[in-house]
């Protein structure tokens, strides 16, 4: 894989979607969502993995010129193909995004790292910066992970039956870069076909 960035992508595509199914394949004007997703983060430039518990559909694959990363780790989760993904990503750091995410963009990794190249300014041992609301809820699958951590820290929780990626931020120093409410939407997770009405379009 070329690292031509210090951050590598990583586009989670593995979930079960029960409350819509085929969600990531659902036309968003004139584009799949997992397409749409991956389109607006790659003009980033940055290297980029799809994870899946699968392979992708052709319909998908066709339109998602980058390598799939399948789960070695079975069905548990976002926390098992992080640990997945995290194995073979040769950046320094990885930025971890729900492939559900439908209007993220690249700027929000540009902010994270900024964040975290200040921390390291610092001599702080950071681990992950993550996105966080006023409410004070947090965004783990849009967030910017230190590789070698996220590779050791998932297979530890994996090893002893945790499969929460909130688990991961436990005994990490993690830095935080708050969203204000007027950008909220930037997070806005399609997990019910109503909440297509939130995309932006």
């Given at each position: 894989?070329?690292?031509?960035s210090s951050?590598?992508?990583v586009?989670?595509?593995?979930?079960?979607?029960t409350r819509?199914?085929?969600?990531?394949?659902h036309?968003?004007?004139d584009?799949?969502?997992?397409?749409r997703?991956?389109r607006?983060?790659?003009t980033?430039g940055r290297?980029?993995l799809i994870s899946a518990?699968e392979p992708?559909?052709?319909?998908l694959?066709?339109q998602?010129?980058?390598?799939?990363?399948?789960?070695a780790h079975?069905?548990?989760?976002?926390?098992?193909?992080?640990a997945?993904t995290?194995a073979v990503?040769q950046?320094?750091?990885?930025?971890?995004?729900?492939g559900d995410?439908a209007?993220?963009g690249?700027?929000?990794?540009d902010e994270l790292e900024?964040r975290y190249?200040?921390e390291?300014?610092r001599?702080?041992p950071?681990?992950?910066?993550?996105?966080?609301?006023?409410s004070?809820?947090?965004e783990?699958l849009?967030?910017?992970?230190?590789?070698l951590?996220?590779?050791?820290?998932?297979a530890?929780?994996?090893?002893?039956?945790?499969?929460?990626v909130t688990?991961?931020?436990?005994?990490?120093?993690v830095?935080?870069?708050?969203v204000?409410r007027?950008?909220?939407?930037e997070?806005l997770?399609?997990n019910?076909e109503n909440d297509l009405a939130?995309?932006?379009?």
């Open positions: 894989m070329q690292a031509s951050t590598t992508i586009l989670l595509a593995g979930g079960h979607a819509f199914p085929g969600k990531l394949s036309v968003v004007g584009q799949p969502l997992l397409v997703v991956f607006a983060l790659a980033s290297p980029i518990r992708l559909p052709a319909t694959a066709e998602l010129p980058v390598p799939v990363v399948l789960d079975g069905d548990v989760g976002p926390l098992g193909a992080l997945s995290a990503v950046t320094p750091l990885l930025f971890a995004v729900a995410l209007n993220i690249a700027g929000v990794i900024r190249h200040e390291r300014g001599d702080r950071l681990d992950a910066v993550l996105p966080r609301h006023e004070g809820e947090v783990p849009a967030a910017l992970y230190d590789t951590r996220l590779r050791e820290r998932s530890q929780l994996l090893s002893s039956g945790q499969t929460k688990a991961l931020l436990q005994e990490w120093d830095a935080y870069v708050d204000p007027t950008r909220a939407d997070f997770n399609v019910h939130g995309i932006r379009r």
